[in-house]
């Protein structure tokens, strides 16, 4: 299976793993294997783990299975702020915030062969994050999210700024849902992520298909 490049030109759809809740039936492992799983049978080009609460060498053998299963769709995978594990598990690369290590300091981890994403949320942030080596920058958040409750919404005039001015790509993100994204498209976003909207729905893999099938609708004209 030919993977995507990790350039993203060819990247519309970016999902992100939510958490299992408290006292589920199954294992948080099983949880995030049969949600990645699914994001990935639906269409997403890249997952996203994002997990704060596992135990490290757990959370490496998680991501050598998650990197497996990716794999099969050419999906790429990478994992949120934990660069050590993602060296260690050897997976398609990583991506850090603002309060994490530096994108300096991940590329320098991770080297050249491998993804370094980083979330922005002003057009500094995101000169700072290109300059530095980033592949590629999230915007957001767009809306108001419970996912970012310490982050006011930034709006969509800031998708026209990073679509004008950044060299690399960006990934609108921040309360993006089928509802909302053709606006979010049509103020300049090639590429989308989605949290509840996809990773969070009843059915994963339906949600995904119908958040991809909208994003290549609207792109049509384009590509």
Do not use: W
Not at 23 to 50: F, N, T
Not at 51 to 75: F, N, S
């Amino acid at each position: 299976m030919r993977k995507r490049f990790y350039d993203f030109s060819d990247v519309h759809l970016y999902g992100i793993t939510v958490p299992p809740s408290e006292g589920g039936s199954v294992s948080p492992e099983d949880h995030y294997r049969a949600m990645v799983k699914a994001a990935c049978e639906g269409g997403a080009d890249v997952v996203q783990l994002r997990d704060k609460a596992m135990e490290t060498r757990a959370l490496v053998r998680l991501c050598r299975d998650l990197q497996a299963i990716c794999d099969q769709t050419g999906t790429l995978f990478v994992l949120n702020d934990r660069v050590d594990v993602a060296f260690a598990a050897d997976i398609d690369g990583a991506h850090v915030g603002q309060d994490d290590l530096p994108v300096r300091a991940v590329r320098q981890i991770l080297g050249h062969r491998k993804i370094v994403g980083c979330s922005t949320h002003s057009l500094a942030q995101a000169f700072q994050a290109q300059g530095d080596g980033a592949d590629y920058v999230s915007c957001g958040p767009l809306f108001a999210t419970p996912t970012k409750p310490d982050y006011p919404p930034v709006g969509l005039e800031l998708v026209k700024q990073y679509a004008s001015l950044l060299r690399i790509p960006f990934v609108a993100i921040g309360g993006v849902d089928v509802s909302n994204v053709e606006t979010v498209i049509a103020a300049g976003a090639e590429r989308v992520a989605a949290v509840r909207a996809v990773c969070g729905a009843p059915d994963i893999a339906a949600a995904a298909r119908t958040m991809k099938e909208k994003i290549r609708r609207i792109h049509e004209p384009r590509i």
